[in-house]
């Protein structure tokens, strides 16, 4: 099991990526060549928002007794993202109300699960962000065992490590790993800036290929040598 006190982005650099929709982080991911969206992941309210570092833990399938497996809910810190690794698994959730229940009292920002959760009417009325593959009322106790905590987790297919910038919106999940957030997160302003600005030219009476052009929006999310020169 991992330290709790690894290293965590700074509180401007959260609210900075909380300020920008997932997609133009994604584009910026895309300029940088970073694989970041978690496919196949969905809030499970109408609208959600959620940003902050990744608390990571992993569970494995197993037969038999197992105790304490939502235990490492007491280390996360104010404002983290729970990211938990189940690997894909829907037979059994591993987050429920208790859970829920200390994440808000804790000012957790947050749950994502490469899995399933349940209790999810608690979750709702407590308008806590929470992204999953779906919803299954059935006990991860003796079926799921806790692994791995505060360590290299996988998330459809991404890499989270703990500290790593998680954000989500209604479109989905991005991660954004903290060695990188710098240059991403000044790549995705320029995207958001760009969009800014050509949806003022459409409203002013502009065609969608003439304010693309004049803000070379083809280019905001290739890599530079692959961009227009």
């Avoid at 998330?155 to 954000?167: A, K, L, N, S, Y």
Wanted: aromatic letters at 6%; glycine letters at 10%.
């Amino acid at each position: 099991m991992g330290s709790s006190n690894f290293e965590r982005p700074s509180k401007e650099m959260i609210s900075e990526f909380a300020k920008l929709p997932t997609a133009n982080i994604s584009d910026a991911l895309d300029y940088h060549k970073i694989p970041g969206g978690c496919r196949g992941l969905k809030p499970l309210g109408v609208r959600a928002k959620l940003c902050g570092p990744a608390f990571t833990a992993r569970y494995i399938p197993v037969k038999g007794k197992t105790a304490g497996v939502g235990d490492y809910i007491d280390e996360v810190q104010e404002g983290d993202v729970v990211v938990i690794d189940n690997g894909g698994r829907t037979y059994c959730t591993v987050w429920g109300d208790l859970l829920t229940l200390v994440a808000v009292r804790n000012k957790i920002n947050g749950t994502i699960i490469d899995g399933v959760c349940r209790d999810v009417d608690r979750i709702l009325d407590l308008d806590y962000p929470m992204y999953t593959r779906g919803r299954f009322m059935v006990t991860g106790k003796d079926r799921a065992e806790l692994t791995e905590v505060c360590e290299k987790v996988t998330i459809c297919d991404v890499q989270v490590d703990p500290g790593d910038i998680v954000c989500g919106d209604s479109s989905g999940i991005v991660v954004v790993p903290l060695s990188r957030a710098a240059e991403v997160l000044e790549q995705a302003k320029r995207v958001d800036a760009a969009e800014s600005a050509i949806e003022e030219k459409i409203a002013n009476g502009s065609s969608l290929i003439e304010a693309r052009k004049q803000f070379k929006y083809e280019e905001l999310n290739r890599p530079p040598e692959e961009g227009d020169k």
